[in-house]
């Protein structure tokens, strides 16, 4: 039986309250992460037994475990909710390091309505989706199982019920901050600042935490920017102050390149369009700003003049990053920043103009493939002497691109195969050429839902 540390629930009681999972009547295990079970030090050998799987469930528990359901706050949609928590979620504790948690577990006191419960297919796209983007070099929560549970839920239709168990460097969120700023416990507060520092930047102080968090969210918002990826529900609730991508609801990649692009059926005014998530990811940091004031300084006035100037730092390095990635893709070696800037800038135009696949543009450009409307760009480019080898290490070449995923949601025979090419986006196959081609003209506007 493994052992899961209590380090959450030891140092910060107020921020969850104890509860257990529901115990799901015929649990099934569906998938398993094999890589990562071994990575975390657990047997997957033992994992695959009925104690492994009742275990992933979390009606397993060993010794000493103290499961939580954490609480939180977040801005939904720009609206601000007090207390929004893991509803139908579990921390059941930590195994070295990492979080292990469960989603779908049953109803929480966090609860808003629902039955608490998920089903397979969302289950499933967030398993296939955040280990897709663990293979790109997105940082992201794991997915170490999805569990069937031998239930049968309610949403649009009736579907089979299931779990699924997420790794996470931590749980720790935005939210997690307004939480405790709203308790009026400027003690817990520091405690929380505290716990997120030892975990995930080591010895700083609270003005060093923000820092830390304002220039990790810019490199991964940068790097979801590069690859085309749509979170779709960037709440303050779902932004991770460790810098890892977390909550794949209805989350998608771009087919064509345009930045008003939006799949979320719930986003109606295009809050989290794709072209809008580094505005919102600077918004949201602002909400952590605001959190952490009472221990930026004594003097209100002076902690927001510090505040800001770490607010100030994420644009910076949100461009360098993305320069710096755009410099990669096409193959660019020591070329001056303005030239990249400008060529990158033409060739987002062009993308958009032409209503070009986003993904596979890179890898045809590497090949010498590029549509006639590039020519003129292309010759531009050509002339700056690109590494086109070294573009097909950065530009991938199998991405959970969307009909695909509803394909294999729909059809789970057919997930397999598409995991596999996902989780080793650069190397090109034979036979997997299905999964490089873009959408069929067929496909129509495509629509995702959270999942709940």
């Known amino acids: ?30 998938v398993l992460n094999e890589p990562l079970a071994v990575e975390l030090g657990l047997d997957p050998g033992w994992l695959r037994s009925a104690d492994g799987v009742r275990f992933l469930s979390g009606v397993n528990l060993p010794d000493g475990a103290k499961p939580v359901a954490q609480g939180y706050a977040g801005h939904q949609f720009g609206g601000y909710s007090p207390r929004l928590g893991d509803g139908r979620a579990l921390l059941l504790g930590e195994i070295g390091a990492r979080d292990l948690h469960l989603k779908g577990s049953g109803r929480t006191p966090f609860a808003r309505g629902g039955d608490g419960l998920a089903a397979v297919g969302p289950m499933m796209r967030e398993y296939l989706v955040s280990e897709s983007m663990h293979a790109l070099g997105i940082p992201t929560t794991r997915s170490l199982a999805v569990i069937g549970t031998g239930k049968t839920i309610v949403r649009e239709n009736l579907a089979p019920g299931a779990i699924l168990v997420r790794i996470a460097a931590s749980h720790l969120r935005v939210g997690s901050f307004q939480f405790a700023r709203a308790s009026g416990d400027v003690a817990l507060l520091r405690r ?6 030892a975990r995930h930047y080591p010895g700083a102080g609270p003005l060093e935490l923000l820092r830390g968090v304002i220039e990790a969210q810019a490199e991964l918002v940068g790097r979801w920017m590069l690859t085309g990826f749509v979170h779709g529900v960037m709440n303050t609730d779902n932004m991770t102050i460790s810098g890892e991508t977390i909550d794949y609801g209805p989350c998608a990649f771009l087919d064509v390149f345009d930045p008003a692009t939006v799949f979320s059926s719930i986003d109606e005014g295009g809050r989290y369009a794709y072209g809008n998530q580094p505005a919102i990811a600077q918004w949201n940091l602002a909400r952590l700003a605001e959190s952490l004031l009472p221990l930026l300084d004594d003097d209100q006035d002076k902690a927001i003049e510090k505040a800001t ?52 543009f890179f890898r045809k450009l590497a090949a010498g493939e590029e549509p006639e409307a590039f020519s003129a760009w292309a010759k531009r480019w050509r002339a700056l002497e690109p590494d086109t080898a ?63």
Do not use: Q
Not at 351 to 359: F, S
């Open 1 to 30: 039986m493994p052992v899961l540390g209590t380090r959450f629930a030891d140092e910060l009681p107020e921020m969850g309250v104890s509860w257990r999972a529901a115990e799901p009547p015929a649990p099934e295990l569906l």
């Open 192 to 197: 929380l600042a505290e716990h997120a520092a």
């Open 309 to 360: 100037a770490e607010l100030a730092r994420f644009r910076p390095r949100y461009v360098a990053v993305t320069l710096d990635g755009f410099r990669a893709k096409l193959g660019l070696g020591p070329v001056g920043d303005a030239v990249v800037t400008a060529l990158t800038e033409d060739l987002l135009a062009l993308l958009k103009a032409e209503e070009t696949d986003y993904t596979s």
């Open 390 to 452: 070294a573009m097909n290490d950065v530009n991938p070449v199998y991405i959970p691109r969307n009909h695909l995923v509803e394909e294999a949601l729909a059809d789970l025979s057919a997930l397999p195969a598409l995991l596999e090419a996902v989780t080793d986006p650069f190397t090109e196959r034979p036979g997997r050429e299905r999964f490089a081609a873009p959408a069929p003209s067929g496909f129509g506007v495509y629509r995702t839902f959270c999942g709940t």
